[in-house]
């Protein structure tokens, strides 16, 4: 039996009417900083207090996209009846999120894209090594490879599950494909996203230059420790 938006709690709708703006909005953000061509990239959000999340409906360009039409999922992936056409397909890596989503409970949102410097460094299934203080402060060290896997079931999402539990990065490339970003919600994994491209972009430039400088551990440790407790605003946004 197949959920229905219109039946769950007055709360909950509104809470998905939220998500689906703030989702929706974000996906402007992977055009605005250049991280997509076409299609491919996607931006989902965990419903607070639900067992549901937000996605992009696979293929539709990104100047078409409207609140509306992101589409309602649980945490297994499937779509709810959300209010959508029934026809309306959520993103191709709706399962790869929905994995990080059950398996990652402090993650709300996940982001994937193939933006050109990180997937080079996916091509080669090489971490981009932490050259950088801005590396440091938002990823705490490399920005880590994961396992190669076919888009389909839920290999991706426990490639990217495996690799992140072992490292700080919110960032990881996965092999021969491109990064997926997780943060506390969508926002945040839109910034892991814009950041991985462009830290993968200037230590490949660098490296162009020759071997770029690692930062030793405690100093990445510190500027990790100012950058996520001290830096900005400490006012709750
Ligand atoms: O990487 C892939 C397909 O290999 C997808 O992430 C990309 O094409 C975006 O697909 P969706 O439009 O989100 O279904």
């Excluded at 091509?123 to 990823?139: K, S």
């Amino acid at each position: 039996m197949n959920i229905a938006l219109t039946e769950l709690p007055p709360e909950v709708q509104a809470s998905v009417a939220e998500t689906r703006e703030r989702v929706a909005a974000l996906h402007a953000e992977l055009t605005r900083y250049e991280l997509v061509v076409w299609t491919a990239g996607n931006v989902s959000e965990r419903v607070p207090d639900s067992d549901l999340f937000v996605i992009k409906p696979s293929g539709v360009s990104y100047d078409a996209l409207s609140a509306e039409m992101m589409v309602v999922c649980t945490l297994d992936g499937k779509k709810i009846d959300d209010g959508t056409p029934a026809h309306l397909q959520p993103s191709s890596d709706t399962a790869a999120h929905a994995y990080v989503y059950q398996h990652m409970s402090d993650v709300g949102g996940v982001v994937h894209t193939h933006s050109t410097y990180a997937t080079a460094w996916a091509a080669r299934g090489e971490p981009v090594p932490c050259a950088l203080t801005m590396m440091a402060d938002e990823f705490g060290g490399v920005i880590p490879v994961g396992p190669f896997a076919l888009i389909g079931d839920d290999s991706i999402g426990r490639g990217i599950v495996e690799t992140l539990q072992e490292s700080r990065s919110p960032a990881v490339l996965m092999r021969n494909h491109g990064p997926f970003t997780i943060g506390k919600d969508a926002r945040a994994a839109v910034k892991a996203a814009v950041m991985c491209e462009e830290v993968a972009r200037t230590v490949h430039i660098s490296r162009q230059l020759g071997a770029p400088d690692r930062i030793p551990q405690a100093d990445i440790d510190r500027l990790y420790d100012r950058y996520q407790n001290v830096y900005g605003q400490r006012t709750t946004q």
